[in-house]
């Protein structure tokens, strides 16, 4: 993590303040396996019914599974539905 992300971390935990956004990554939030909804994205990368990427500061957010569907999007917002099977970050 570089200098200025360390001082930004420890102001957030001094004074706390939301991570998320202070550091400008994603919040995700799941509801079981079939529903999530991620705040602070970059953009869709890719979108499929069994695979949708998405970019982030942290890097890029990997859903997998079965029917997927982006029931919602705005700048600073996605909810995703579906079977969800599987979610991780990639470089």
């Not at 909804?37 to 500061?57: A, D, L, M, P, V």
Request: glycine share 6%.
């Amino acid at each position: 993590m570089k200098k200025n992300q360390e001082v930004k971390k420890s102001l957030a935990e001094i004074l706390e303040l939301p991570k998320d956004i202070i550091l400008d990554i994603p919040k995700i939030t799941m509801i079981g396996n079939l529903q999530i909804y991620i705040e602070n994205h970059k953009g869709i990368i890719e979108y499929t019914s069994n695979r949708i990427r998405i970019n982030s500061k942290s890097g890029v957010l990997r859903i997998l599974g079965r029917n997927l569907l982006l029931k919602n999007i705005v700048q600073e917002e996605i909810i995703i539905v579906g079977d969800i099977q599987q979610v991780e970050f990639t470089d």
